[in-house]
C-alpha cells in the first residue's frame, strides 16, 4: 500500500498589484492549485505555515486535481494544514513555518 501522502489543493500565490502612488507591490492571494495553473503562476507558498511546497499531480489523469505538499517535514509537522500536524498526538500548537517564503 502506498504511503499517505499529504494532499493540499488550496494555496497561495504570488501576485502583484499596483500601489497608490505608483509602482507595483507584491501580495499572496489564496487559490486552489488547479486555478493557479491554468493562472500560469509560478510562486507558491502554504496558505497555513507559509512554508515551501512542492508541486505534484500537474500532469495525472483527467478527474484528479493538482495539490501540494509541504517541502520541509518541519513545516508539515506544525502546520494546522500538515499531515503530520494532523496526526500528531501530542495536543501540540501549530505554528508558521520557521523559514516562510516571503
Ligand atoms: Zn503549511
Do not use: Q
Not at 3 to 12: D, N, P, S, T, V
Not at 14 to 27: H, S, V
Amino acid at each position: 500500500m502506498a504511503a499517505e501522502r499529504e494532499k493540499i489543493y488550496e494555496c497561495e500565490v504570488k501576485r502583484k498589484r499596483l500601489k497608490t502612488g505608483g509602482g507595483y507591490e507584491p501580495f499572496w492571494k489564496v487559490k486552489t492549485v488547479a486555478v493557479a495553473l491554468s493562472d500560469s503562476d509560478t510562486e507558491f507558498r502554504c496558505k497555513d505555515c507559509f512554508g515551501e511546497v512542492k508541486l505534484l499531480g500537474r500532469n495525472s489523469k483527467t478527474g484528479t486535481a493538482p495539490y501540494v505538499e509541504h517541502k520541509a517535514p518541519a513545516d508539515s509537522e506544525f502546520c494546522p494544514n500538515g499531515l503530520l500536524f494532523k496526526k500528531a498526538t501530542d495536543g501540540r500548537e501549530p505554528k508558521i513555518s520557521a523559514h516562510p517564503v516571503e
